[in-house]
């Protein structure tokens, strides 16, 4: 059976990361579960350690790039098979875990990315969201050859081998979309797989219009320069 962590990047998600603690413990038993508290200015990182698991506290706010990094140094250094990202917010299901793994198990990706306009689901975002989101898969699909319909989903699984280049090499402010163009110039292989999400069930969302914009045209940037520069 493959040695697997789910690693949950968390920021001032008190309100919900007991229930997404105790719903990935009642859908993957077998799985270990690691906190990444990103600075939380709340109990976060108290009611994790109160739940058991392992949790790793960044000294203040470093990111989502940053945090997913430390939580790939942590499954490489304990030599897992395989991580999966669940977020702290509870829109990811843990009964849609076993998914994102059949095609790892099967060998026929590298890394395996939940896709909420591929299931059965009734997610709904933004209108300005949804632009967005649909302008990266349609840039990443060109550069990639091979469609995908959620390139900003935090919902992904990854083998041993991503694991090893992400603790080494992952991009640090708004890392989903980017870090699929580096795993593409890599040789890496990926595939997406329809699953269903729920809206976060505590807190609010950070994303507003204006960092909205400043998300779009950053990670458009990011990716022109990991298109002209030699990946490491």
């Given at each position: 059976?493959?040695?697997t962590?789910?690693?949950?990047p968390a920021f001032n998600e008190e309100g919900s990361i007991?229930?997404?603690?105790a719903d990935i413990r009642e859908h993957a038993p077998g799985a270990d579960i690691l906190v990444v508290?990103?600075?939380?200015?709340?109990?976060t990182s108290t009611i994790a350690r109160a739940e058991g698991v392992y949790v790793l506290d960044n000294p203040y706010n470093l990111g989502i790039g940053a945090t997913m990094q430390a939580g790939y140094m942590f499954a490489e250094r304990l030599g897992y098979d395989i991580a999966v990202q669940v977020d702290g917010d509870g829109q990811h299901k843990a009964s849609e875990i076993g998914k994102l793994l059949v095609p790892l198990e099967k060998g026929e990706a590298h890394m395996?990315?939940?896709s909420r306009f591929l299931g059965t689901g009734d997610f709904k975002s933004t209108a300005a969201r949804r632009v967005g989101i649909t302008l990266f898969s349609k840039i990443v699909s060109f550069i990639i050859r091979e469609k995908f319909t959620d390139t900003t989903s935090g919902f992904r699984a990854s083998d041993r081998l991503v694991i090893e280049y992400f603790a080494?090499?992952?991009?640090?402010?708004?890392?989903?979309?980017?870090?699929?163009?580096?795993l593409h110039k890599k040789g890496f292989k990926m595939a997406e797989i329809g699953?269903?999400?729920?809206e976060r069930t505590a807190g609010t969302s950070s994303i507003t219009l204006i960092r909205s914009v400043y998300?779009?045209?950053?990670?458009?940037?990011?990716?022109?320069?990991?298109?002209?520069?030699k990946v490491d």
């Open positions: 059976m493959a040695k962590l789910i690693i949950i007991a229930s997404v603690i508290n990103d600075g939380s200015k709340d109990s395996v990315i939940g080494s090499h992952y991009p640090d402010d708004y890392p989903e979309v980017e870090a699929l163009v580096l699953v269903e999400m729920s998300y779009m045209v950053k990670v458009l940037l990011a990716i022109f320069v990991d298109l002209i520069k």
